[in-house]
């Protein structure tokens, strides 16, 4: 099984709607993140969570919230989405003990389309 | 906030060739890793390198961080080898929060 896995892996939704991306894990990380991939570029942080009591906003949290329902769960939502919101967006985890300080570990991606 | 900058931006490939891709960051950083991002979008990692030189199998990874730029190696490339790479670093008072660079997108042909 994957470490890191997110639900739904693609989603179709309309303008307006609320939608909810989950993540989940089985690395025992405390760390997890949410970010954001537009077309050709890179990788933006939308959200981080150092543990199950605190939430950070990122780069671009706006239109965005967020709830860490327990270690392994960090959840993202779009309260109402609009189509700039359609990107490729990844969970990722990390644990500041581990080999690799704060090493990232990524999950498979959600593709989320906002018509 | 941290600077990233990866070149070239595209690289074309005949298969069984070496490259280099390269990674300028602006700033110390205490975390550096790179990443393969394949053609279904999955991000793969290939290295954790904040200094120093790595190898695993034909890619290999040099971070000289006095100079504040990393290199990855592939040598002989395959089809495989096809996607984006991507250099993300952390550091300073950003912390653990990673930038990510643009990315370089490599094409192997057969």
């Known amino acids: ?115 | 906030g941290i600077q990233v900058e990866q070149s070239p931006p595209d690289l074309i490939l005949q298969e069984g060739a070496n490259s280099t891709l390269r990674c300028n960051f602006s700033d110390s950083v205490n975390n550096l890793q790179w990443f393969h991002q394949n053609p279904w979008g999955q991000l793969i990692n290939l290295f954790y390198i904040p200094s120093g030189t790595k190898q695993n199998g034909r890619l290999s990874a040099t971070t000289v961080a006095t100079e504040r730029y990393s290199l990855l190696y592939i040598s002989s490339s395959q089809t495989t080898d096809s996607g984006v790479y991507f250099c993300a670093v952390a550091g300073g008072a950003a912390g653990n929060k990673l930038t990510f660079g643009g990315g370089t997108r490599v094409l192997v042909k057969p």
């Open chain 1, 1 to 115: 099984d994957a470490d890191v896995t997110q639900t739904p892996r693609n989603r179709i939704t309309k303008t307006g709607k609320r939608i909810m991306l989950e993540c989940s894990q089985t690395k025992g990380h405390d760390r997890m993140y949410w970010y954001r991939q537009d077309p050709g570029l890179g990788l933006r942080l939308i959200y981080y969570s150092f543990d199950v009591k605190d939430i950070n906003k990122g780069e671009i949290s706006d239109g965005y919230s967020v709830s860490r329902q327990a270690q392994a769960k960090f959840s993202l939502s779009l309260e109402s989405a609009i189509p700039n919101q359609t990107a490729l967006y990844f969970c990722a985890t990390s644990d500041p003990q581990g080999q690799g300080f704060n090493e990232q570990f990524f999950g498979p991606g959600t593709r989320l389309t906002v018509l």
